[in-house]
């Protein structure tokens, strides 16, 4: 069956450095969701991608799919302590599924 | 703004009783899902239906749970009898157009003594 695996678990980022969490599939993607959520909250949507090479931005976040489309990467700019929270992968093939999380802390 | 609602928000019982959960998907969403969400396990899918029709119920454990859509406005997820290992994070969320994601509510926090 399918799986999301993401890394890393937990990140810990000094406030305006920039940071990268990543998606990997064990099979292609037909679509790929991030979302996030902020401690003892439900998720909220960031942003979908579909094609093989998708890049979308949203603030200071950016997320791109690779060609293959197995692997997705969330890039944050200048972290803030705003983005602090769980950030989900979750993809929608013949089943619906989610990763693990990566728990983001900021250090301002 | 248009949100999903859950009810209720917390829920401490003993094991054995019955647990009722209740989630306000947004108007004019025609998919609702529930989820649970555990340290362990993190987020996993339970259920979810389409125009009130079950589609995939794989991730319930049918012996003690169950969930309906009576109406397009209310979905419901019970669990009877429940037991230590439910307790859990319970998710709804409802979803509208293909790509527009999913619309997660607040949760119900459930404790089963």
């Known amino acids: 069956s399918q799986e999301l695996e993401q890394s890393p678990q937990s990140l810990i980022v000094q406030e305006g450095k920039n940071l990268t969490i990543n998606c990997t599939s064990s099979?292609?993607?037909?679509?790929l969701y991030w979302y996030k959520q902020k401690y003892g909250e439900g998720l909220i949507f960031l942003m979908m991608l579909q094609k093989g090479g998708e890049e979308k931005s949203h603030e200071k976040i950016t997320a791109k799919l690779d060609e293959k489309k197995q692997q997705s990467s969330l890039h944050i700019t200048a972290s803030q302590p705003s983005h602090a929270g769980i950030y989900l992968c979750?993809?929608?093939?013949?089943?619906?599924?989610f990763g693990k999380g990566t728990r983001l802390h900021i250090l301002p | 703004d248009a949100r999903v609602t859950q009810t209720p928000r917390h829920k401490v019982t003993e094991m054995g009783q019955e647990v009722t959960m209740r989630c306000q998907p947004i108007?004019?969403?025609?998919?609702v899902f529930w989820y649970r969400q555990t340290m362990m396990q993190g987020l996993e899918l339970l259920a979810y239906f389409r125009n009130r029709a079950p589609l995939d119920d794989s991730g319930m454990p049918k012996d003690r749970f169950s969930a309906e859509m009576p109406d397009a406005t209310l979905a419901t997820l019970k669990i009877q009898p429940s037991e230590p290992r439910d307790s859990a994070v319970y998710f709804c969320?409802?979803?509208?157009?293909?790509?527009?994601?999913?619309?997660f509510g607040p949760g119900t926090r459930l404790l089963v003594l």
């Open positions: 969320a409802s979803g509208g157009q293909l790509g527009s994601g999913q619309y």
């Open positions: 979750g993809a929608d093939n013949d089943k619906i599924i």
């Open positions: 099979k292609t993607l037909y679509g």
């Open positions: 108007l004019g969403h025609n998919t």
